[in-house]
């Protein structure tokens, strides 16, 4: 069983940036697929960013190309979201979490394991 914790997220300027973390348990954490996503109040969670084992392929929504970064580390069991150029827009509670190893990395019923989330706010 993999237990995840965000961290990072904070009260930002448009235009500011921020680094979020999300540390795995266990000795496994190597193996697998990861993302990030958010939700806005009253919205659905959806896809921002995933990252293959071995961090050799990565993946994101059209909304955030160019500005944010997901990376890993596997020694540290930590993936990371680098997120640049925040808009007001990008106001959520972000998530980590596994993806399952048939899943796809976009849709949500393809992942396990969430952490507790971290919230970003961004003001105008």
């Known amino acids: 069983q993999v237990q995840l914790v965000e961290s990072g997220g904070g009260l930002v300027q448009a235009g500011g940036s921020l680094r979020l973390s999300c540390a795995a348990s266990g000795r496994t954490f190597a193996y697998y697929d990861m993302g990030w996503f958010r939700q806005a109040p009253g919205k659905e969670r959806e896809f921002v960013a995933g990252?293959?084992?071995?961090?050799?392929?990565?993946y994101y929504a059209d909304s955030v190309k160019g500005r944010f970064t997901i990376s890993r580390d596997d020694a540290e069991n930590t993936v990371s979201l680098q997120i640049n150029s925040l808009k007001p827009e990008d106001t959520a509670a972000y998530y980590c979490?596994?993806?399952?190893?048939?899943?796809?990395?976009?849709?949500?019923?393809?992942?396990?394991?969430w952490g507790q989330g971290t919230q970003v706010t961004v003001s105008s």
């Open positions: 990252i293959s084992r071995g961090g050799l392929n990565t």
């Open positions: 979490a596994v993806k399952k190893n048939d899943g796809t990395y976009y849709r949500i019923e393809d992942y396990t394991h």
